[in-house]
C-alpha cells in the first residue's frame, strides 16, 4: 500500500484508489481548485475508486455524488462556471 499526496500520485496509476477527507472538498465544493485534485485522485484507480468523507450529509457535493452513482454506467459532465479562489478565501 502507498500513501501519498495527489501531487505525488499525479502521472501514476494503481488497482485500488482510496480518496479520504471528501469532507474537506464538499466544505469548498465551489473551488475549481480542489475539483480538480480530487478528478486527478479519482482517475488514478484502473478498477476500484473508494471516496471517504464525513459531515457531507446534505451538502449539494454529497446529492452530486450520489447523482454520479446512480447514473452508472454513463457519466454526463456539465460545466458550471468556476469559482476561482481569492485572497479573501483564506
Not at 502507498?2 to 477527507?21: F, L, P, S
Request: aromatic share 6%; glycine share 6%.
Amino acid at each position: 500500500m502507498t500513501i501519498t499526496t495527489i501531487h505525488r500520485a499525479k502521472g501514476n496509476e494503481a488497482d485500488v484508489v482510496y480518496v479520504v477527507g471528501l469532507d474537506e472538498v464538499a466544505r469548498v465544493e465551489g473551488d475549481i481548485q480542489v475539483r480538480n485534485q480530487l478528478f486527478t485522485a479519482m482517475s488514478r484507480s484502473r478498477g476500484w475508486l473508494h471516496l471517504l468523507g464525513s459531515q457531507m450529509a446534505g451538502r449539494p457535493f454529497e446529492r452530486e455524488v450520489r447523482q454520479v452513482l446512480a447514473s452508472h454506467p454513463t457519466l454526463t459532465f456539465r460545466p458550471s462556471p468556476p469559482r476561482r479562489r481569492t485572497d479573501d478565501d483564506e
